[in-house]
């Protein structure tokens, strides 16, 4: 019983199947040359744009904060990202200080971390990679990125306490070791004239020029200090490769083979609806 039961079931699922591969190939005969068409209009589009796309280079910039945080270094340039994006060129390029041909060479621009790890006094740095149609911006695009990081009233006025600050203490390290130098002038000369107090004296001498070496270092570090205290320093400059990425003609050309025949699929699959549509409304007229 179980088996006159199947047979129906299965010659029925056969059935179907025959049904629905011939309406797939009278589909394909009908619409067939719109399918091929778009197939290759897509093709053509995905070669028309791989030759027609300049190439591109990359290039990775190191860059050390001592006045911002990584993270908001970081953020400072996603904005610049989203300006790129919306292609405002002009505010960005008032931004960056360069001309607004060059910022309109820049494709890409984004930044991180060298190391994903929170530490005080942000030792680390950040990396900031972009990507140029034209190596020759990437010396003023270096400029412009510093400058972008600089240029705002917070680190502004951060960096004038700090060198102010400096100078103030070199000053008077300064004028500590000019006085220190005169002491030490003076018990010379004691020391020169009076045999019998030299012994006490020697003493004397010898803790003046411990402090005074003291001073000196310290001197020595405010002022390198002073000439590093920018907002930001260039650990790495941007390296100019000769080779630019990879453009892939093989990938643009599939996938604008399969945009073409999708499109072409949508459109014949449209064009069969509309004549079934209007077959009914036909012979709903006529009846």
Same mark, same amino acid.
């Given at each position: 019983m179980e088996e006159i039961y199947n047979k129906?079931?299965?010659?029925?699922?056969?059935?179907?199947?025959?049904?629905?591969?011939?309406?797939?190939?009278?589909?394909?005969?009908?619409?067939?040359?719109?399918?091929?068409?778009?197939?290759?209009?897509?093709?053509?589009?995905?070669?028309?744009?791989?030759?027609?796309?300049?190439?591109?280079?990359s290039s990775k910039l190191v860059l050390h904060s001592s006045t911002l945080t990584n993270l908001e270094n970081i953020q400072i340039i996603e904005s610049w990202k989203e300006l790129l994006k919306k292609r405002e060129y002009p505010a960005l390029s008032a931004i960056l200080d360069c001309d607004t041909g060059t910022v309109k060479k820049i494709s890409s621009i984004s930044a991180e971390e060298i190391q994903k790890l929170?530490?005080?006094?942000?030792?680390?740095?950040?990396i900031v990679k972009v990507v140029v149609r034209d190596t020759s911006i990437l010396d003023p695009l270096q400029k412009g990125i510093v400058?972008?990081?600089?240029n705002n009233d917070y680190v502004k006025e951060r960096i004038a306490v700090k060198r102010s600050n400096l100078v103030q203490l070199?000053?008077? !390290?300064?004028?500590?070791? %000019? *006085? @220190?130098?005169s002491t030490k002038t003076a018990i010379d000369d004691i020391?020169?004239?009076?045999?019998?107090n030299s012994s006490s004296l020697m003493v004397d001498v010898s803790s003046i020029n411990t402090e005074l070496i003291s001073l000196?270092?310290?001197?020595?570090?405010f002022k390198e200090e002073?000439?590093?205290?920018?907002?930001?320093? !260039?650990?790495?400059?941007? %390296? *100019? @490769?000769?080779?630019?990425?990879?453009?892939?003609?093989?990938l643009l050309m599939s996938a604008?083979?399969?945009?073409?025949?999708?499109?072409?699929?949508?459109?014949?699959?449209?064009?069969y609806v509309r004549q079934i549509l209007i077959k009914r409304k036909t012979s709903v007229v006529r009846n």
């Open positions: 129906p079931s299965n010659n029925s699922d056969e059935l179907d199947l025959i049904v629905l591969l011939e309406k797939a190939i009278s589909f394909l005969r009908r619409f067939g040359v719109i399918l091929i068409c778009f197939s290759f209009m897509g093709l053509l589009a995905g070669f028309w744009k791989y030759w027609s796309s300049s190439p591109k280079y929170y530490v005080q006094n942000n030792p680390h740095g950040i400058h972008g990081l600089e070199i000053e008077k !390290v300064t004028e500590e070791i %000019t *006085k @220190l130098d020391i020169s004239n009076k045999n019998k000196n270092e310290k001197l020595l570090l002073l000439k590093f205290a920018n907002g930001v320093q !260039v650990l790495q400059k941007f %390296t *100019k @490769l000769g080779k630019p990425e990879s453009r892939r003609p093989i604008g083979l399969i945009v073409g025949f999708v499109i072409g699929y949508i459109l014949s699959l449209f064009l």
